[in-house]
């Protein structure tokens, strides 16, 4: 249903135009206004500021700007209402319900049109630039955007360095105002970084105001224009967008007709509403793939962590160079460290088949990774050799007879050209030997050299690598890539992203106990994120006793990640060895659905704790997860959401008394109970804990035999 | 033949060592100093000092600069002397004699190796910088190469401005001493172009010191590495190498061991030993493919003039902006001025078959012309997909039956992750489609933007694409790539460059009169050029009357120029039609051979006329060329090259009395008569003019009636 009404101010000329939006419901209310030429637009939720008045234009290279001197040629209004059903998702149908303005302007300078489309759903606002094709305008070069966020006061923000290169920082949370002061701390070392020269942050962002309000600031669907950064005005809490330069400092191609990504402002009373919000992908296009049905969630265990923690290596010699395709590596030494070997790899594949997964991910398969980053090496991977103690076809063949599958790992350290001459190759390898996923990386500085992981040239190649990989039924899973806009809507295959600090760090030194109650309300806005959760050795040293680290979770918080860190795709990350030590606690990760029919959010508080529960899809068991900061909080929760006819045995897995992220990680209880619609739990949680629940419908009565009512 | 010797100096320390070469004809000498620890080299002719004492090194990016604290490791000489023959050529056999002096280097500074390898021919010196493996240099950038060229006096140079984007520049002659302040007019526009920001010049650089031996500066195997420029310190006469940058501005990407491209300086007292030179093919490694039966020299017309001059049109339609893959051409007016369509193709096939051309080429025959440079574009062709009046089966089907192929052609428009991208298919699609050679261009700035036409990033694709073709039994010839240094002889599929200012620039305005008198010394160097010969109509208001350019040439010359601009690949330039009315003529670009035995100098003088002979391959047929400069001058040859026992028909394409580029161009006789090895010619030449002669053997005597001897 979409209802159309056009308003045309052809041929007059005012000074001031101001045109109201409210959302389908009414609470929000988005004002564009005209002012003294300057196109600006301000955000209502019910009374409160949500966006103060903001102006929105572009600088451009060689140019006049697009800032000022327009005159509205029309408006245009529509409404939608509609749902869709996504191949994998947190529901099975998601409305996608808003009103529409469309503002069409005309520099009256040079007469060049630029338009802006606003829709404004019942828990935000999202809206882009459009450039009609036009005479005056065709080819140019953004030289930045000038789209501003203006705060109404000096919110409490979760944020991470603005940079164009990385997003792997541990979150900060402070005031608005105290920003600039911090970003020194907050910028950590990375393989590849570069902070913007002014205080900016990235988005997702999540901010708070003082009287309660939730706002989220992100862009949807990023494609063939830069990634944008925050800038921040800290003494006025203004935000500016800052865009991703490439190597000459340009900032966007353009060719109209041309729109820009979906600029999106969530906002609610309530932080569940924030993570529960479909704008993003609302704001996404269907998907571009007429059959889909190749596209499958994907539980999975990987020859990783022991890479990760130092244990073992990718490399399979110590020798510091090697020039692929003149290095012969059977004359070589091994190091006896390199894990990615036939017989290693089949006891994973045992384990994977024991225990259900699907897939294992083998990482330092393939020729190159003696010198894989930080030496700006163009030629870095072949991405179809592997090294002589990695049998592809042996693998293939045991993995048929145990109805498991290896995940394909292409790490590209940044150079990109190098992979694009081999993709079509190495996707057909895929092909050829089984493989129907695989891992991406880009670690490293990129090649081309001056350009950004978050640049456009990369935006192109990232979405470029997806839809090769779909010709071929490959499923991606980009690591290092520019954060989601929701564009797994478009091209389901893109079933995981880093574009975080994942669960890798806990490695590297750790992350911060409050940071997985954070990542939902700033990465996972844009898309799934392939956390790789699951350690249950949170003493690093046992694998590796030069390495320290220490990660910072119980165990309990470490299953509950499965739900409150949605991915269709969901690894057990530590090694099986020692799964095989907690295997009642394992089965929690055996038992967890990857796909869903409903999500609720429970108890919510970014920084604080998220309770998630989450229905599987074509079934009526539930899962619930809880992540917890550095607090011992106590959970509260009714299972209201259970149907009222049935009878389910709920899992609980939760921090026993005592544990503690530091001291005690590894003390969990796992209990049974009765539950039903009208059960509560009051469930503690440990200092960097949480509790992770199954819910399973009882179809037989002796089922229930012995299990206590919650 | 390879005697080796190893003269070691270990654990000593001097503070100055004086290494000498000779060449095997004693003539040159090269002497290796370290003067206070500085590596040096200078190179004499006799007694002449061809290059001056001169300094050897590096700058490199974040270390320590490899220019200083040198001391000698070992000095290792040893003597070549072997002949090979290429896939095609000016020879038959190429003999590669020379001495070899290996000098291996220690910076006691920082314990880092560097060997410089020195072969000096009986013609002229070529050496290269080898970094052997080590511990303390793998990976390293090089900020700069800090070669010096010290010239022993003020020159005549023959000259373009050093750019790392074009070489499209008319020739400068002056002394050294006026280069920079000619710079300026000498930079002339071009569609991507990027001037050295210090007085430079190109290589092959050709030089006449005052007392008439002849010079000549380049590089040989230029492979993964950016193509050199010459800086020049013009108060001393000293040039120094100056590589093209990276979008950062750094300059190699080095990864030990590797060696640089060789740099060349031949020198003569004859100009014609420049011409006949064979080091920079020697300098490059041997054919890198088992089978070149695929590779054959190729005689072709094009669809491509009428372009160039603007009687005809590229593009399909003049709308200002298409986008591939949504424009749909079928539903957009025709333009009416689209050359490359199904009709006019086949008129060209027709025309191809009845005059024995092996190929057509045709330009503007797939979609994305209508925007094609100048607009940053990114995905600016489709190398798949017609236009729709170019019907690809029906031409592959016609040309079959008439024995002629098409001959692809992929403008880039510099956008080369684009081409990559469809590379594989497009190659495919040639073998499909019965193409074998493939006219490739680079017009416009480099995408990925930053890079430069001669750096490091472009040489590794054009070599790239190279290699990707032969694997298709495809034949390249790039245009707008970097300059040749000899690859041909390592990759024989690379038939063409253009690589200068060829002779599109006559209906841009024109070439210089005495152009084609330079280019053999200096652009031809390196490689064949696909010159583009063989224009009739110097008018080009005749075609369309909004260009009044005016091609300086008379007919006669042009006929020159097939023997003259050397090339495997040579083009009938003009339109059918013009050749129909000068049929007389136009026998001599029939009759001309591709591929030689034997080539002979008669006569040279850089700027001022050049005259070749050269020996067809597998034959006894013999083609003269002459090319003069804007005056009128007396040739003056003599055949006692030919066969003593052989009597020939000789044909010459000469000016006409009162011929002149300007004024009558098209003024030309053509004679036969009867030749033997005792014959002898004084042949007059117009300004701008020249002539060619076709020598066939008479194997039967009435072939010779009524001819006059000369």
New interface residues.
Partial sequence: MRILSILLFLGITFFSYSQELKSPNGDFKLVFELENRVPTYELFLGEQHIIKKSKLGFELKDQEALLENFEQLSVATATEDNSWEPVWGEQKSIRNHYNEMLVALNQTTTNRKMNIRFRLFDDGLGFRYEFP?Q?EL??F?IQEEKTQFAMAGDHTAFWIPGDYDTQEYDYTTSKLSEIPGLMQTAITPNASQSPLSVPGVQTALMLKTANGIYINLHEAALVEYPCMHLQLDANNYVFESHLTP???G?KG?M??PRNTPWRTVIASKNAGDILLSNITLNLNEPSKYADTSWIKPVKYIGVWWEMITGKSSWAYTDI??V?LGETDFTSLPPNGKHAANTKKVKEYIDFAATHGFEQVLVEGWNQGWE?WFG????FVFDFLTPYPDFDVVALREYGKSKGVRLMMHHETSGSV?NY??FM?DAYQFMEDNNYNAVKSGYVGDII????HHYGQ?MV?HYL?AVEKAAAHKVMVNAHEAVRPTGLSRTYPNLIGNESARGTEYEAFGGNKPDHTTILPFTRLVGGPMDYTPGIFEPDVSQYNPNNNSWVNTTIARQLALYVTMYSPLQMAADLPETYNKHLDAFQFIKDVALDWDKTLVLEAEPGDFITYARKEKGSNNWFVGRTNDEEARLSTINFNFLDKDKTYIATIYSDAKNAHYKKNPKAYNIKKFRVTHKSKLKQPCAPGGGYAISIIEATQKQDLKGLKRL
Avoid: C, M
Wanted: proline fraction near 6%; avoid cysteine.
């Fill in positions: 094709s005479d065709t080819y070069v490439d190597a000459l340009n191609y060719q109209a510091p160079s020039k010198d030496k700006s090496k163009d050209r694009e001459r079509d081309p050299r001056g350009e040239w192109n470029y």
